[in-house]
């Protein structure tokens, strides 16, 4: 029989944890009724992870910008760019990832957005670094296909201190309402150069600019979420062969 913490979130293939603090034991068991060779309980003895919360302040001539992140949230979001269109993608950030996010921004927005969307890409990405700290303990890669009616959008993502963005969207129009779809990519740029993640978006279907951009960013949160769980099998080691990301 498997006996498991109602905290856990089991996995064909892994036990993946999102809560801070855990240890797991595993014993054999020989019931007669018992489907596995092992029982997996949860004990009083504690794993001890820092809070994975970060906020960061970024001011410019251009822009002020300040971002709380909160990887073990419930998906709050307050978010007030300036940009009607980016908040709107950050709340999906924060609901599908179940991350907590405080993203208040100024900018020239006289000009145009784009200094303002690329200055909060690069203060949010600053957060998450802060927040994931050494990494400790993550499952780091996730991966998820996110559908919105005829749109289908794939991300890959890897928390490898490594920046590289592979960016694959074809939105068929210059804006959604006022936002221009060019600063999709920029946002994603600055996000990957400061949070140090490598991140791959593949879109496999869509015609309408505004699913096809809300299915990356749901996908995107998804991933995210999937690579920032705490996995309990290393949950006080470096996912990494070399001992540092």
Known sequence: MLVVSSWLQLTTNSTLLTTKQYNMQISDTSGKDSALDQIITTQDEQINLPPRVASVSRKTGETDVQVTVNFDGTGVCHAATGIPFLDHMLHQIASHGLIDLDIRAQGDWEIDDHHTNEDVGITL??????????????????????????????????????????????????????????????FFVALVNHSQMTLHIRQLDGINSHHIIEATFKAFARATRMAVAIDPRRAATIPSSKGVL
């Open 125 to 186: 990405g600053q957060a998450m670094a802060k927040a994931l700290g050494d990494k400790k303990g993550i499952a780091r890669f996730g991966n998820f296909l996110a559908p919105l009616d005829e749109a289908l959008v794939q991300v890959a993502l890897d928390f490898s201190g490594r920046p590289h963005l592979s960016y694959g969207l074809n939105i068929p129009t210059q804006r959604v309402g006022n936002y221009d779809t060019q600063l999709v990519r920029e």
